[in-house]
């Protein structure tokens, strides 16, 4: 992600950007055509994965002997 330091902006320009209301958008225009988009509100939350159950040897005691008792049922 880029950041934008507004302090480094003229008053005018800051002013406008952080100006936005929630769902307003402002236009970037370069030359005539259009550079960019803001909208304004709050960015949001990024997504929080889930961490994986830590290695457990009870766990894994448990399904080896379920894949213990499975062979010797095959066999």
Do not use: T
Request: aromatic residues 6%.
């Amino acid at each position: 992600m880029k950041r934008l330091d507004l302090d480094d902006l003229p008053p005018k320009i800051a002013q406008l950007l952080s100006g936005l209301e929630e769902g307003e958008e402002l236009i970037l225009v370069q030359g005539g055509a259009v550079a960019g988009r803001l909208r304004g509100g709050v960015a949001p939350a990024p997504a929080i994965e889930e961490e994986p159950e830590p290695y457990n040897n009870q766990r894994a005691a448990e399904i080896f002997e379920q894949f213990r008792s499975a062979v010797e049922d095959e066999f």
